[in-house]
């Protein structure tokens, strides 16, 4: 019983064929070492067979998943025990099949019974089921040794070097004995940090060139192989005479798996410069397209085994051959962090995309669009299919699929700066999507798209049909490196990927006459570039995330001469930017350090005296407005207050309420404003309780500080009395929004409609709100003595 394909395992169970019969040991071991949890356990039987041991789990208490790729041997297991409570019979192949059937909160337990020999991609396999494990749960891995098993049957078991193999990464191996089988019990992380390593031997010669062949299965995932060096390698090795590189990848291919690839299918896409040993070395990362063939070991005194890696797992698969580890990060930029440095040459090769996801992509892929749509965020056709079409996945290889298709809030963040902020990332789906709509594409439109990363420029592209083209621009040369190489990887081929300040806009040779048809920007933006309003074609929609007083809306603008018209609003949030519209808030420290307040429009107060003011009494004032927990409209409000209040800040706490003066939660801030020595900020006090959430309530409470304290509360309950009257809806996606424009920078007063002004540096942006009657021109800025003397 050899065999590892399915058709012969088929007639196994169809002629009543078995396996060998659990033993008392292992009953004894599987009680003692893996007991149920209080309150019951969830139990993964993998490789069922007829269902002995599934059948002992539920005796235990376990509900138990029971799955075995062998249509018969589900079979007979239903039939054989009809009578075993808690047991789902599933016919799965855990190695290809779309995981979709299995318990969505994981497992107390999961037992691979004489059952991991057989598995070609063990590390794979094995590294999937670990992140099925619940906190405190066990994988048992229980297998005959080759030491004890016949010459003929050694493919049934495993040796020694398999067995360290497989406990690799994990925090706990507890290695017991079953009756001469190996009984394995795996707990902790299921991986270990990826490390970029060097062969123990010295290189020799003056210089090495050498290819590395990056091959992908039908499913996506990458072919490394484990080697008798004990790393991970990709297939490859030295060049030979005068062979050039692609052949010598397609050579070393062959010799080592005996996959063979057509020399025309193998591209050059980067050459790395390194050395080894203090010896020069250039390798040529060298990507195969299309194979075929059976995969095998034909070099079994080099490596162990050849098996696919999920790309996400690539960050913990532990020891990787230096050159291996490089070459894959430089087809999937940021699957490996932490990499030595090295010198790379990517080469503009006419590289095919690439196909292959598994079936769960396509099923996860449908799910979050189905979410988004149910959202009502893609009312369209064009954008439901985009969302439907466009392989997320392929954009953000360094985590899973779940994570990759989250229909929710989840971003996936591919970039930090040194401080750990995010620089870059894979915004939500439902957010992409709406932005998407409110560009109001039309067959064979040219967007444009300021901060890049792939995906989004995908989209855009799919809805822009095959006419359509965009132009995406960063800053960032690692992030339009990654954007490029997934570009080539999975798109479309009508996205092109520039490397340049974004707050310049397109390289004027790709900016179409007349202008782009729309424009989106995928950072938050403090100040709207000229060159984005310059760019776009009359009538075209720019949907961009705006910075108004620290707070963000992705706000949709159509331009109409040189003045944009807001036409839609979102809440958001998004990475800040890089470029040259890069801002620093002014922030300053109070209390040592205890509260913090930041001037969003950009001119910090003098807050000469406040301290002492914050030591005094405190003023409070009740403002009336009611909340409920059912309905937010704190966002609304925020946005009210930060464009009509002169003198408007925010005010953030560091410290727990009851150890502050203020009462604002820690790490929470407050709208707020200042004053001679004197400071008012709002926050929500609860007035009532109850055991349902609809039956608590709060009311927003002005409090302030210093002498100009109550004429400071005074205003900022004002302004909240106002926002009720005026723009507060029951339904939070019925608040009123405001009128806005956005003006060029040196605009006269006079030119402007009435309205509250909001200076930056490249545009005056107006807001008119109901039941606000303001002349022109009313800037929201004001100095501190300012603030308390004018009128709301």
Same mark, same amino acid.
């Given at each position: 019983?050899?065999?590892?394909?399915?058709?012969?395992?088929?007639?196994?169970?169809?002629?009543?064929?078995?396996?060998?019969?659990?033993?008392?040991?292992?009953?004894?071991?599987?009680?003692?070492?893996?007991?149920?949890?209080?309150? *019951?356990?969830?139990?993964?039987?993998?490789?069922?067979?007829?269902?002995?041991?599934?059948?002992?789990?539920?005796?235990?208490?376990?509900?138990?998943?029971?799955?075995?790729?062998?249509?018969?041997?589900?079979?007979?297991?239903?039939?054989?025990?009809?009578?075993?409570?808690?047991?789902?019979?599933?016919?799965?192949?855990?190695?290809?099949?779309?995981?979709?059937?299995?318990?969505?909160?994981?497992?107390?337990?999961?037992?691979?019974?004489?059952?991991?020999?057989?598995?070609?991609?063990?590390?794979?396999?094995?590294?999937?089921?670990?992140?099925?494990?619940?906190?405190?749960?066990?994988?048992?891995?229980?297998?005959?040794?080759?030491?004890?098993?016949?010459?003929?049957?050694?493919?049934?078991?495993?040796?020694?070097?398999?067995?360290?193999?497989?406990?690799?990464?994990?925090?706990?191996?507890?290695?017991?004995?079953?009756?001469?089988?190996?009984?394995?019990?795996?707990?902790?992380?299921?991986?270990?940090?990826?490390?970029?390593?060097?062969?123990?031997?010295?290189?020799?010669?003056?210089?090495?060139?050498?290819?590395?062949?990056?091959?992908?299965?039908?499913?996506?995932?990458?072919?490394?192989?484990?080697?008798?060096?004990?790393?991970?390698?990709?297939?490859?090795?030295?060049?030979?005479?005068?062979?050039?590189?692609?052949?010598?990848?397609?050579?070393?291919?062959?010799?080592?798996?005996?996959?063979?690839?057509?020399?025309?299918?193998?591209?050059?896409?980067?050459?790395?410069?390194?050395?080894?040993?203090?010896?020069?070395?250039?390798?040529?990362?060298?990507?195969?397209?299309?194979?075929?063939?059976?995969?095998?070991?034909?070099?079994?005194?080099?490596?162990?085994?050849?098996?696919?890696?999920?790309?996400?797992?690539?960050?913990?698969?532990?020891?990787?051959?230096?050159?291996?580890?490089?070459?894959?990060?430089?087809?999937?930029?940021?699957?490996?962090?932490?990499?030595?440095?090295?010198?790379?040459?990517?080469?503009?090769?006419?590289?095919?995309?690439?196909?292959?996801?598994?079936?769960?992509?396509?099923?996860?892929?449908?799910?979050?669009?189905?979410?988004?749509?149910?959202?009502?965020?893609?009312?369209?056709?064009?954008?439901?299919?985009?969302?439907?079409?466009?392989?997320?996945?392929?954009?953000?290889?360094?985590?899973?699929?779940?994570?990759?298709?989250?229909?929710?809030?989840?971003?996936?963040?591919?970039?930090?700066?040194?401080?750990?902020?995010?620089?870059?990332?894979?915004?939500?789906?439902?957010?992409?999507?709406?932005?998407?709509?409110?560009?109001?594409?039309?067959?064979?439109?040219?967007?444009?798209?300021?901060?890049?990363?792939? +995906?989004?420029?995908?989209?855009?592209?799919?809805?822009?049909?095959? *006419?359509?083209?965009?132009?995406?621009?960063?800053?960032?040369?690692?992030?339009?490196?990654?954007?490029?190489?997934?570009?080539?990887?999975?798109?479309?081929?009508?996205?092109?990927?520039?490397?340049?300040?974004?707050?310049?806009?397109?390289?004027?040779?790709?900016?179409?006459?007349?202008?782009?048809?729309?424009?989106?920007?995928?950072?938050?933006?403090?100040?709207?570039?000229?060159?984005?309003?310059?760019?776009?074609?009359?009538?075209?929609?720019?949907?961009?995330?705006?910075?108004?007083?620290? +707070?963000?809306?992705?706000?949709?603008?159509?331009?109409?001469?040189?003045?944009?018209?807001?036409?839609?609003?979102?809440?958001?949030?998004?990475?800040?930017?890089?470029?040259?519209?890069?801002?620093?808030?002014?922030?300053?420290?109070?209390?040592?350090?205890?509260?913090?307040?930041?001037?969003?429009?950009?001119?910090?107060?003098?807050?000469?005296?406040?301290?002492?003011?914050?030591?005094?009494?405190?003023?409070?004032?009740?403002?009336?407005?009611?909340?409920?927990?059912?309905?937010?409209?704190?966002?609304?409000?925020?946005?009210?207050?930060?464009?009509?209040?002169?003198?408007?800040?925010?005010?953030?706490?560091?410290?727990?309420?009851?150890?502050?003066?203020?009462?604002?939660?820690?790490?929470?801030?407050?709208?707020?404003?200042?004053?001679?020595?004197?400071?008012? +900020?709002?926050?929500?006090?609860?007035?009532?309780?109850?055991?349902?959430?609809?039956?608590?309530?709060?009311?927003?409470?002005?409090?302030?500080?210093?002498?100009?304290?109550?004429?400071?509360?005074?205003?900022?309950?004002?302004?909240?009395?106002?926002?009720?009257?005026?723009?507060?809806?029951?339904?939070?996606?019925?608040?009123?929004?405001?009128?806005?424009?956005?003006?060029?920078?040196?605009?006269?007063?006079?030119?402007?409609?009435?309205?509250?002004?909001?200076?930056?540096?490249?545009?005056?942006?107006?807001?008119?709100?109901?039941?606000?009657?303001?002349?022109?021109?009313?800037?929201?800025?004001?100095?501190?003595?300012?603030?308390?003397?004018?009128?709301?």
């Amino acid at each position: 019983m050899t065999y590892t394909a399915r058709e012969p395992w088929e007639q196994h169970y169809e002629k009543g064929k078995g396996w060998r019969p659990l033993g008392e040991r292992e009953r004894e071991l599987l009680t003692v070492h893996t007991p149920v949890p209080d309150g *019951g356990g969830r139990a993964l039987d993998v490789g069922c067979g007829t269902g002995e041991l599934a059948a002992h789990l539920a005796g235990l208490g376990y509900a138990v998943d029971a799955v075995d790729f062998a249509d018969s041997a589900v079979a007979r297991a239903r039939e054989e025990r009809a009578d075993v409570a808690n047991v789902r019979w599933l016919q799965l192949d855990i190695e290809r099949d779309d995981p979709a059937p299995l318990h969505e909160e994981g497992y107390d337990l999961i037992v691979m019974r004489l059952v991991y020999p057989f598995m070609r991609d063990r590390g794979r396999v094995l590294h999937g089921l670990g992140e099925r494990l619940r906190v405190g749960g066990a994988l048992v891995v229980i297998t005959p040794l080759a030491d004890d098993t016949p010459e003929e049957r050694r493919a049934i078991a495993l040796d020694e070097g398999e067995i360290a193999l497989l406990g690799g990464g994990w925090e706990v191996v507890e290695r017991l004995d079953a009756d001469g089988l190996a009984f394995l019990v795996l707990r902790g992380p299921c991986h270990t940090n990826t490390r970029a390593i060097e062969r123990p031997r010295p290189a020799t010669g003056h210089a090495l060139t050498g290819a590395l062949a990056v091959v992908t299965d039908d499913a996506g995932r990458v072919l490394l192989g484990r080697s008798r060096r004990g790393m991970l390698e990709l297939p490859g090795g030295k060049t030979s005479g005068p062979e050039d590189f692609a052949a010598a990848a397609v050579r070393e291919l062959a010799e080592e798996t005996g996959l063979v690839a057509d020399p025309r299918d193998a591209h050059v896409v980067t050459m790395l410069a390194d050395d080894s040993h203090g010896v020069p070395r250039l390798t040529a990362v060298v990507r195969i397209t299309a194979w075929t063939g059976t995969l095998a070991n034909p070099e079994p005194k080099l490596f162990d085994r050849w098996e696919f890696f999920e790309l996400h797992s690539l960050a913990c698969v532990g020891d990787v051959f230096a050159p291996a580890a490089l070459a894959l990060e430089a087809v999937w930029p940021g699957v490996i962090p932490g990499l030595p440095p090295v010198t790379s040459y990517p080469i503009a090769a006419d590289q095919p995309p690439v196909p292959g996801e598994p079936a769960e992509a396509a099923r996860l892929r449908a799910s979050m669009a189905q979410t988004v749509i149910d959202g009502g965020w893609a009312p369209s056709e064009p954008v439901q299919g985009a969302l439907r079409t466009v392989p997320r996945h392929r954009f953000a290889p360094e985590v899973d699929l779940a994570a990759a298709y989250d229909g929710g809030d989840r971003a996936v963040v591919t970039r930090y700066d040194q401080a750990g902020a995010a620089i870059s990332s894979v915004s939500a789906a439902w957010l992409q999507a709406d932005m998407i709509e409110h560009l109001g594409l039309e067959p064979g439109a040219l967007v444009f798209e300021a901060g890049s990363g792939g +995906y989004n420029a995908e989209l855009i592209a799919h809805v822009a049909g095959p *006419g359509g083209r965009v132009v995406t621009v960063d800053i960032d040369p690692w992030v339009v490196r990654r954007t490029r190489r997934f570009l080539t990887e999975a798109g479309s081929g009508r996205v092109t990927a520039v490397e340049a300040d974004a707050a310049l806009g397109a390289p004027a040779h790709l900016v179409p006459r007349g202008g782009f048809d729309a424009g989106l920007i995928t950072y938050n933006c403090w100040d709207i570039a000229p060159a984005w309003r310059e760019q776009l074609a009359e009538g075209g929609r720019l949907v961009l995330p705006l910075e108004m007083g620290g +707070y963000t809306r992705a706000v949709t603008f159509e331009r109409h001469g040189e003045i944009l018209h807001a036409r839609h609003f979102t809440y958001c949030g998004f990475v800040r930017d890089q470029g040259r519209q890069a801002r620093t808030i002014p922030v300053l420290s109070l209390l040592d350090g205890g509260l913090t307040l930041r001037f969003e429009h950009g001119t910090a107060a003098d807050t000469t005296g406040l301290e002492e003011a914050l030591r005094g009494p405190r003023h409070e004032v009740a403002t009336g407005i009611i909340m409920d927990s059912t309905r937010s409209y704190f966002g609304s409000l925020q946005l009210y207050a930060a464009t009509t209040l002169p003198g408007f800040c925010r005010l953030a706490a560091h410290q727990d309420p009851d150890e502050a003066v203020t009462g604002i939660a820690k790490d929470r801030d407050a709208p707020a404003v200042v004053g001679e020595a004197s400071l008012a +900020y709002l926050i929500h006090v609860q007035t009532k309780d109850g055991d349902r959430p609809q039956d608590k309530e709060w009311e927003w409470t002005v409090h302030a500080f210093g002498r100009q304290g109550p004429e400071l509360a005074d205003r900022l309950t004002a302004t909240v009395r106002a926002w009720d009257r005026h723009v507060r809806a029951d339904d939070n996606d019925q608040h009123t929004d405001p009128v806005l424009t956005a003006h060029p920078a040196g605009t006269p007063d006079g030119r402007l409609p009435a309205g509250d002004v909001l200076d930056k540096e490249h545009c005056r942006l107006v807001f008119r709100w109901p039941g606000r009657d303001v002349p022109p021109p009313r800037p929201v800025e004001h100095s501190a003595a300012d603030a308390v003397t004018e009128g709301v």
